[in-house]
């Protein structure tokens, strides 16, 4: 699908000289990829990993919170020119967007949340974020589910008893373990969701945009900038 609007003039010269930014869109929850601080500004490692491809490409940004399934229709349509916050690279996505080379890998394991002596996944009723890796691979597994808009209210729904289980990104999480033991749940079941790994993703065919984006980030694994941030948010 081609993209919509005027995304091809994102790169001309006009736009590098900075009148005219080039729009990131991102979905805040997910520590340490992104998140809101205390002042309610976007921060994490992909804020950085971002802010620095922007300086490195010359490009003028400006962020853009929106909830996780929003992203990839907002860049399909035009609404941002780059999507990201641990977008994982999977084939279904592959044929909606093109993804810059990916910068950072996932655990392919992933954890259900629920209260004690809850049933396993194939007997449950399963919240989980809409747009997510999570969600398809519950649509997969033919597996009954709840979709939720945001992350907080899939823990709402596990925590109040809405639904028995809440699958998403949660075991490397310190938020999501101290809402589990505040709640009075547990880590129950684990399934494996692998991916090629996280990236930006910018609308099909844009590629003067994406060869802006992966030079630079080609250039931030040749110096050791992507090692230090992930070092600086990972370890």
Not at 3 to 9: D, F, M, Q, R, S
Not at 170 to 184: K, L, M, N, P, Y
Not at 194 to 222: F, I, Q, S, T, Y
Request: aromatic share 8%; with cysteine; net charge negative.
């Amino acid at each position: 699908m081609a993209c919509a609007g005027t995304i091809a003039l994102v790169l001309t010269g006009l736009v590098l000289a900075g009148s005219e930014p080039v729009v990131i869109g991102t979905d805040a929850p997910f520590p340490a990829y992104t998140y809101l601080d205390e002042a309610g500004q976007i921060t994490g490692f992909e804020r950085d990993v971002m802010d620095e491809v922007c300086a490195r490409a010359s490009l003028s940004c400006s962020w853009e919170l929106a909830n996780f399934d929003q992203l990839i229709p907002g860049v399909m349509t035009g609404r941002f020119d780059v999507v990201l916050g641990g977008m994982a690279i999977t084939d279904d996505r592959r044929a909606l967007v093109d993804f810059t080379t990916p910068y950072h890998g996932t655990d392919p394991e992933e954890w259900y949340i629920g209260p004690p002596g809850a049933p396993p996944p194939a007997t449950a009723e399963i919240g989980v974020q809409s747009g997510t890796v999570h969600e398809a691979h519950l649509r997969r597994m033919g597996y009954s589910y709840t979709t939720f808009p945001t992350e907080p209210q899939v823990l709402e729904a596990v925590a109040s008893g809405k639904v028995g289980l809440a699958l998403g990104p949660f075991q490397s999480r310190a938020d999501i373990h101290a809402f589990v033991t505040a709640e009075g749940l547990e880590f129950l079941y684990s399934e494996m969701i692998p991916d090629d790994g996280v990236a930006m993703a910018v609308c099909k065919g844009n590629d003067e945009l994406l060869g802006r984006l992966n030079g630079a980030l080609d250039a931030m694994r040749r110096d050791g900038t992507l090692a230090s941030l992930e070092n600086r948010w990972f370890e």
